[in-house]
């Protein structure tokens, strides 16, 4: 047996193979580590708003890490409910939580399709769904199997298609057309919302984003839960729609109807677009200012404090798109690519998580380009 410690908790695992993998007999990837620091914080900042104890469901458990983690680090958890179909994951599982010391009746394990547990078990007030590659197959049953004010984590490894690079998969699997430009990070993770969303609006759930962020190869994305008709139909209406973008001139704006702008208003090319996809805030200002606070209090990793301080930077200024400043530079054929630090002061603009040179502002992209182009 191998061991490694993550946060406050020691796990077993069969074996560390060289490169992570689904052969692997446990699944573990040490690389998520910032994906399991954010539940830990999530799980926290629910018990606190909920004001109850919580029960929590994993039905795609792996090594039973992250549960464990949130009992361990998230106060005010009940109960988690740990599930895995695979026999080995399973008995690792309880192998871990045993070596963790955690009270017998904190926990219960299952061995079932996600699916069939989900169903069966609920309801949760939070549920995490982490596979491998994507997580559509899960979310319905995720969705009806969580409380109303409950949060739904999940993640996504399928970036290709969802930023862009397999575009009929991604229309396909999720409904929507995706686009290739410099924020198609951006646009992967807004189209993962809105598949969520508009999952649970069929039965007229609204599932609101509260965090996401895309880091390395996964996206990953916590929603709250609330329900009512008319509440959902103006979250579609206000929340979800379409950004069109101009491949030759780099003009984008973000419309409810897409044709309601076919050719760019700059330099008379056709637009593309994407969508349809979420355009509201993909993050909250009570979650953020709460992790804010929290952090210093839970065993998270650097990398996860660098992620998040840039995220509350950028989530000061709800824009559903960022320029770069090597794309702005070509377009604008500068030779001399600026300092982040001056645009962010001529443009007003904030930093992004998405892109280590890209800046959102509220600046209408003709003023951009003139600043842009003097600087
Ligand atoms: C990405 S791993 C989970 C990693 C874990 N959540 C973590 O944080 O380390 C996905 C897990 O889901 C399990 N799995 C895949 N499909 C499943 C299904 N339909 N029902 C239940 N478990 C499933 C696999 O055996 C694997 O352990
Ligand atoms: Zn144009």
């Known amino acids: 047996m191998k061991v490694i410690t993550e946060g406050t908790v020691k796990i077993l695992l069969p074996s560390l193979p060289e490169s992570v993998s689904s052969d692997m007999p446990v699944f573990y990837n040490p690389k998520m580590r910032i994906n399991r620091d954010f539940t830990v914080l999530m799980v926290r900042y629910l018990a606190k708003v909920l004001g109850r104890g919580l029960r929590v469901a994993d039905p795609l458990a792996g090594s039973g890490v992250r549960a464990i983690r949130i009992i361990k680090e998230a106060e005010g958890v009940d109960i988690a409910c740990v599930n895995d179909r695979d026999s080995r994951a399973v008995e690792n599982i309880k192998m871990n939580f045993k070596e963790n010391d955690i009270e017998e009746d904190r926990y219960r394990v299952f061995q079932e399709d996600a699916n069939i547990f989900l169903r069966r078990e609920g309801k949760f007030d939070y549920i995490d769904i982490d596979p491998f590659g994507s997580p559509v197959g899960f979310i319905e049953s995720a969705i009806l199997s969580l409380k109303r004010g409950g949060v739904l984590g999940v993640t996504a490894t399928d970036t290709a298609p969802l930023s862009g690079t397999y575009p009929d998969v991604c229309i396909r699997r999720y409904g929507s057309k995706p686009l290739k430009?410099?924020?198609?990070?951006?646009?992967?993770?807004?189209?993962?919302?809105?598949?969520?969303?508009?999952?649970?609006?069929?039965?007229?759930?609204?599932?609101?984003?509260?965090?996401?962020?895309?880091?390395?190869?996964?996206?990953?994305?916590?929603?709250?839960?609330?329900?009512?008709?008319?509440?959902?139909?103006?979250?579609?209406?206000?929340?979800?729609?379409?950004?069109?973008?101009?491949?030759?001139?780099?003009?984008?704006?973000?419309?409810?109807?897409?044709?309601?702008?076919?050719?760019?208003?700059?330099?008379?090319?056709?637009?593309?677009?994407?969508?349809?996809?979420?355009?509201?805030?993909?993050?909250?200002?009570?979650?953020?200012?709460?992790?804010?606070?929290?952090?210093?209090?839970?065993?998270?990793?650097?990398?996860?404090?660098?992620?998040?301080?840039?995220?509350?930077?950028?989530?000061?200024?709800?824009?559903?798109?960022?320029?770069?400043?090597s794309?702005?530079?070509?377009?604008?054929?500068?030779?001399?690519?600026?300092?982040?630090?001056?645009?962010l002061k001529e443009v007003e603009g904030v930093r992004t998580h998405f892109s280590g040179e890209g800046f959102r502002t509220r600046m209408d992209y003709k003023e951009l380009r003139e600043k842009f182009s003097v600087l």
């Open 181 to 325: 430009s410099e924020f198609y990070h951006e646009i992967g993770v807004r189209i993962l919302i809105y598949k969520i969303f508009s999952q649970g609006a069929q039965f007229d759930f609204s599932l609101i984003p509260v965090f996401s962020y895309s880091y390395l190869h996964h996206f990953r994305v916590f929603l709250v839960k609330d329900k009512g008709a008319k509440l959902t139909n103006r979250n579609v209406r206000e929340n979800t729609g379409y950004i069109v973008f101009c491949h030759a001139c780099l003009y984008r704006a973000c419309l409810r109807d897409r044709c309601s702008m076919l050719m760019c208003p700059l330099c008379g090319e056709m637009l593309d677009y994407a969508g349809p996809l979420w355009i509201g805030p993909i993050s909250s200002k009570d979650v953020v200012d709460y992790f804010a606070k929290d952090i210093g209090y839970v065993n998270v990793s650097k990398e996860t404090k660098k992620i998040f301080n840039l995220i509350k930077e950028e989530s000061k200024v709800n824009v559903p798109f960022f320029y770069t400043l």
């Open 327 to 343: 794309s702005l530079a070509k377009v604008l054929k500068k030779n001399k690519v600026p300092s982040l630090d001056r645009v």
